[in-house]
Structure formats: C-alpha cells, structure tokens
C-alpha cells in the first residue's frame, strides 16, 4: 500500500496515533519523550531501528534519482571554468533548487542505512552508487561549489572513502572498479 504524502493525510495518520505523535508547523513530534525513549531502548528497538534504516536507503534512492536527472556539466550555464561566485553576475541557482537537498544530504542517508543489504550492493561494482559516481561525481562537486557547500563535500567524500573501504571488505575485492575509480 502507498501512503499518500500530502499534508491531509499525514494530520489524519498522525491522529490515529493518540497521544504518542503531533503535528506542529507541518512537522511530525513524538508527544512524550517517555514513549520515544521505549521504543528506542525496549526489546523491540531493533524494529524502529530497521524502519529508520529502510527510511533512510528510500531517501537514498530517491536522492540519486533526482539528482542523476538533474546536474550536468556547468548547470547554472556560467560557461566560464573556474569562475568565483562574487563575480558572476546573474546566477541562477534555481536549477539547483529540487537537489540542493539531496546533493548536500545523500551521503549521511548512506551512512544511517549502513546495516541494510541495499546499502552494501549499492556500494558495489556497477551498483546505483557506483553508477551516479561514474557519471555525476563532478557535477555534484560543481553543484556544492555553486551552493557554497564545498567543505561540506569534502567531509562527504572521506565518508565514503571509509564506506568504501568497509563495504570493499565485505562484499568486494579490494581491488574492484568501484574502489580503483575512487581511490584513482
């Protein structure tokens, strides 16, 4: 069944569950930190913790869909290399818009799903991560770039530097393409 993910209908959902949840500026909040806290820690953790994950691998994959369909070489069509921002007049970031969130926040999601066997097939040879590196590694580094976001992609690379390196343990030779294409 497919959950609709309009506003309406996260307000009924969110009241079919009394007093655990509530919705405030269009944002979900669990009521009681008690509540929160039991399920986190009872012996039933393990099944908030795999939904997190799963959560976290949809968000994934949807990221990399979105912005495999939308960066390219010189998005915002600055048509000069190595420009600065400051001296660009009239850059439009809008191309960037619906992926700012995903360019700046992918990796993390790759991080939190890390116990799911999604997560290390992605990282393998000719998997989704592997295929949106090959093609879109340096648009998303233009993109950060444009969004002022650069140090932050410097940290997301290292994170998954070390990915690679523990997944390339676990499910592929150390010498596969997609840890020969990063480590290049």
């Given amino acids: ?92 970031l809008d191309p960037l818009a619906h992926v700012r969130y995903a360019c700046s926040y992918w990796v993390d999601h790759l991080c939190q799903a890390s116990k799911l066997p999604q997560y290390k097939t992605g990282l393998s040879d000719n998997g989704p991560i592997h295929a949106f590196l090959k093609i879109h590694f340096l648009h998303w580094l233009e993109a950060l770039s444009l969004m002022g976001r650069i140090s932050t992609g410097v940290v997301m690379v290292k994170k998954l530097e070390i990915l690679l390196r523990v997944v390339g343990s676990v499910v592929n030779s150390p010498s596969g393409p997609v840890r020969a294409y990063w480590m290049d």
């Fill in 1 to 92: 069944m497919k959950i609709p993910n309009d506003l309406e209908t996260l307000i009924i959902l969110v009241g079919l569950c009394g007093s655990f949840l509530t919705i405030r500026e269009e944002t979900v909040y669990s009521v009681h930190q008690t509540a929160k806290d039991y399920l986190a820690t009872s012996q039933n953790s393990h099944v908030l913790q795999l939904v997190q994950e799963e959560e976290h691998c949809g968000i994934l994959a949807r990221s990399l869909e979105a912005m495999s369909g939308t960066l390219r070489k010189d998005i915002c069509n600055l048509r000069m290399p190595g420009v600065l921002l400051e001296e660009s007049k009239d850059l439009d």
